[in-house]
Structures are given as C-alpha cells and as structure tokens.
C-alpha cells in the first residue's frame, strides 16, 4: 500500500513540474559589448538604412568647382565600394561656401545624423577649422582631401586628418621655385585674408626673404570684389616681377584679368593649388597665359587610376583633375573612409550593422600604408598623412603643363 502511494505522489510531481511555467531563456544582447565601453559609442545602422559618408565644399558660388569635382570622385568611390554584409554606403555632400560659418553649420547637420559616421572633408580650411570641434564633441573622423593649412593639425585633434601637403610644404616650394628656377628677386604677394590664402601667403613671403628675394607689396584683399585696379596699380609702381596669390580661383582670376590693365603686363601671375583648374581658364582666357598654379602631384599611371579616370569621364564628359586638382585625392578619402568602416562594423544579433565611434575614429587615425590612386598613406600622430609637395603648372597654349 505504502508503495502505491508513494508511487501516485511520484506521478503528481512529475506532472505538475511538467506544467510549471519554464523559466526564460536569457537572450543575446542585440548590441555588441563593444558599444558600452567605446568612447563614443556605435552609431547603429538598421536593415534598410545607408552607411553615411559626409562631406563638406563649396557647391554653389565662384569656387563650387571644387565641391563639384570632390562629390563626382566620392560617387564614384561609394559605386565602387558596392554592399557590405547587406549595407550600401551613401555620400552626403553639402554646401558649406567654403566658409567658416557654412563648415560649422554642415557639421551640425551631419552630427545630428545617426547613421552618418565619417567626413570626406571639408575642403577648404576656413570651413574645415570651424567643422572641427563639432565633429572631435561627435566622434565622427574626418579625412580632407584639400584643407592644407599647417595649423589644422596643431590643434591637437584627434578626428582630423588629411591627405593633401600642407601651405607650408607649398608655400616654402612656391618661394624656391620663384627664387632658383624663375630667377626672379623682387614679387608682390595677396592674399584673400581667409586661413588658407593668408597662411600660405605669409609663408611665401618669409621663405622668399629668407633666400635673399625682395616683397615689395605683401596686402591682404577684400574677397569676392569685382574690381581691384587700385590695389594692383598701386603695386605696380614697386614694379615686382612677379605677383603672388594666395586664395582661390574666383578672386585669383580676376586679379590675373585686371594685372593686364594695371600696369603690371609684364609680371607673371603666380597662383596656388586654390586657383587650379578649368574654372581659372574659362575666366582668364589668353590671360592666364604664361601663368603658374601647384597642385597635388599627378598620379602615377596605375590600373586604378586608369579605371577611375574612365569612370568619371563616361559619368560626368571631363577628366578628373580639370574641375580641380583634388579629383584623385577626393576618391581616396571616401574610399579609406569606408575601408575603416568595414574593419570596426559589427553585425548585431539584430540584423542591424553597429559601428563604434571611438574605435572608427582611431582606425582612420592609424592609416598605414594605405595605397591609394594618389600615392601611398601614413597618418602620423596629429593627422597628417602624406609626405609628397606640390607640383607647378604653367599655362601654355589655353592648358595647365607641369614644369617640375
């Protein structure tokens, strides 16, 4: 009997446990460990969303044909780039004037974007050390194709970095090539007042003075103006042989025009990387005749380059490197942009791709021989990536022919 009944309590246990509710299975965390303890957490991108690559130019106005050419080389690199465990890239390029209020204020657009998680950019370095601080706050890296005044990388920002040689590279090159190659001892130098077009101006007068060279004018200009016969025939009667120019192609064309009716004819126009381009040729015509502009140095002939060049040429009807000589340097930073992307994403649980700051903002940091169509990259410790100097132009016939 006592038997039974131990076997009829046996039954009622083994079924009542069977009906007990089951304690939850504990589920795996969506978002990666990694997201709490990065230093700006992860930017999370959705099923269905982009991967946001912004960047910040001058689009509309006298100098848009240097946001104009960076955007068409960033398309193409996005194109390029293709998906990424089920994520297309996006390139979200603004108008910032090329201005310090208009690089702030594409940097607050962009930082209020959660799924945009780099900067292409900015070009200009007026906007670029303006847009700095909002990005360093954000955690959003930036790599500049263009912005090459010597300070941005003073500054002790760990989110900025560049791929362009800096004003004093071409500044001190400029001065050299004036003094040894063009023999010539005594120049005039403007400037627009800007960050890049002083900067570099004032380089150019201290190394020109320093290899013995005479500046008889050195004058500051209001930008944008139309007309600037008083400066430039005031400078005339130093009669310089030269006149530099520090600042961009809107302003520079117009003082290359007015030099030919100022008094100064004879003296040679010497421009900048600012001033490069088709732009400065459609406005100057027999003008820029005999002038002198730098630039990046010309990419070697590689499969790469080739490929690109054909692509932005069936995309948009000209070469890269005529609207601006950032086209290849343009490419390269959206396309490292998204290589360092592609080695921190993490795909959660949930389908959605999470992408931490701190840890994006130190991979682009750490570049190390990234080969690009442009050359080869390594980011020192302030963010400067490139070691190469500027190459000069001189125009004969209508076109831009390197001479060094």
Partial sequence: MKRNVFISILLVSMVLGACAPKAAATAAPAEPEVCATDEYGCAKIEPGQTIKIGMGSPMTGGDAS??????NSGKIAVADAGEFKGFKFELVAEDDGGSAEGGAAVANKFVADPTLVAVAG????????????IYEKAGIPMLSPSATNPDLTKKGSKVFNRVPFTDADQGAAAAKYIYDVLGFRKIAVLHDGEDYGKGLAEIVKSSFEALGGEVVAFQGITSKEADYT????????????????????????????????????????FGCDGTYGADFLARTGANAEGSYHATPRTPPATPEK???DKAYKAAYG?????????SWNSYD??????????????LGADGALYIPRGALVAAV?????????????TCVQMGDCNIQGPQFHKVVNGAFVAVN
Avoid at 66 to 71: L, Y
Avoid at 241 to 266: C, H, P, R
Avoid at 318 to 326: A, D, R
Wanted: with cysteine; net charge neutral.
């Fill in 66 to 71: 240097f946001g104009i050419d960076a955007e």
């Fill in 306 to 308: 080739e490929k690109f």
């Fill in 365 to 377: 940091r750490g570049l190390k021989d990234y080969k690009g169509i442009s050359g080869t990259y």
């Fill in 230 to 269: 008083p400066i430039l025939t005031t400078i005339a009667a130093k009669s310089p042989e030269l006149l530099y120019f520090g600042g961009y192609t809107q302003d520079g064309s117009v003082l290359a025009n007015q030099m030919k009716t100022t008094g100064l004819e004879k003296a040679v126009f």
């Fill in 333 to 346: 930073c959206v396309t490292a942009l998204i290589t360092k992307v592609k080695e921190v994403a993490i």
């Fill in 318 to 326: 000209i070469g890269p490197g005529e609207l601006s000589p950032f």
């Fill in 122 to 133: 900015h070009l200009f370095s007026g906007a670029t050390a303006a847009a700095m601080p």
